[in-house]
């Protein structure tokens, strides 16, 4: 007798994306963190220090700012979730302190404690938006969560305000996008591109399979260049060059 195929729904679909990502982030900032003190005990703390302040700048900051204009504000029309929103939103606040803290630190040591302050209240952050804030979101029959998701990455496209860009061109972290998606994303965000521009594309692996299809569509037309090459994450700036 065979296996009956369930087919995965978009909001289980985006639910799951949202999942994933949360503990790529975490994962993320947690490894490096742990270069950060790794090269404190070798007296070369520098490289690492700006590493981790770019990953919080440009991809744990701009996160939460998304997730303010999109499932905070789904989540606080239930009067049960107001309180809990609201404690999430001083969490992101707090985020951010930290985070000017790690910036201006004025000895590498004082760097490590804002750092490491971040991972802390992120990791309970995390915890609260995966067993209370979504699971309630996903029970809610007025919610799409397949909507909030794309909501979120529209917003990720553009830097949140008050964070510094990491290029004057779109960054688009495909992380937070249902697979099924992710391609005709991309494709469309590149065939709006001028001779001359740039998308940056954000896996959590080598997207090969990509950069063949980009090739059969428009030979010649892109070139493709990687600047981060794993092992946990890759970011690839594609320009079109015709």
Same mark, same amino acid.
């Given at each position: ?58 991809? $744990? *900051?701009? #996160?939460?700012?998304? %997730? ?7 989540? @606080?029309?239930?009067? +049960? /979730? !107001? &309180?809990?929103?609201?404690?999430? $939103? *001083?969490? #992101?606040?707090?985020? %951010? ?7 201006? @630190?004025?000895?590498? +040591? /004082? !760097? &490590? ?130």
């Amino acid at each position: 007798m065979s296996t009956p195929i369930r087919i995965e729904s978009a909001d289980e679909a985006a639910l799951s994306a949202m999942l994933d990502h949360h503990a790529q982030l975490r994962g993320e900032l947690e490894s490096r963190l742990a270069a950060f003190r790794e090269a404190l005990a070798v007296d070369a703390p520098h490289g690492a220090r700006d590493a981790l302040v770019e990953f919080v700048d440009h991809h $744990v *900051l701009p #996160h939460a700012a998304a %997730e303010e204009g999109s499932l905070y504000p789904a989540a @606080a029309r239930n009067e +049960r /979730a !107001a &309180l809990l929103v609201e404690s999430m $939103v *001083l969490e #992101h606040r707090e985020l %951010e302190r930290k985070a000017q803290s790690l910036r201006s @630190a004025a000895t590498p +040591r /004082a !760097a &490590l404690s804002s750092a490491e302050a971040i991972a802390a209240v992120f990791a309970v952050h995390v915890v609260k938006e995966n067993d209370l804030l979504l699971p309630l979101l996903s029970r809610d029959p007025d919610v799409r969560l397949s909507t909030l998701l794309a909501d979120m990455h529209e917003k990720l496209a553009a830097p949140a305000s008050g964070v510094r860009a990491a290029t004057d061109a779109e960054e688009l972290d495909v992380r937070t996008i249902a697979h099924g998606a992710r391609h005709e994303i991309i494709f469309s965000k590149l065939h709006a591109l001028a001779a001359g521009e740039r998308l940056f594309i954000v896996n959590d692996h080598d997207p090969k399979p990509l950069r063949y299809q980009l090739d059969a569509a428009w030979p010649g037309e892109f070139d493709w260049n990687y600047i981060d090459a794993g092992p946990q994450l890759w970011r690839i700036e594609i320009t079109r060059v015709g």
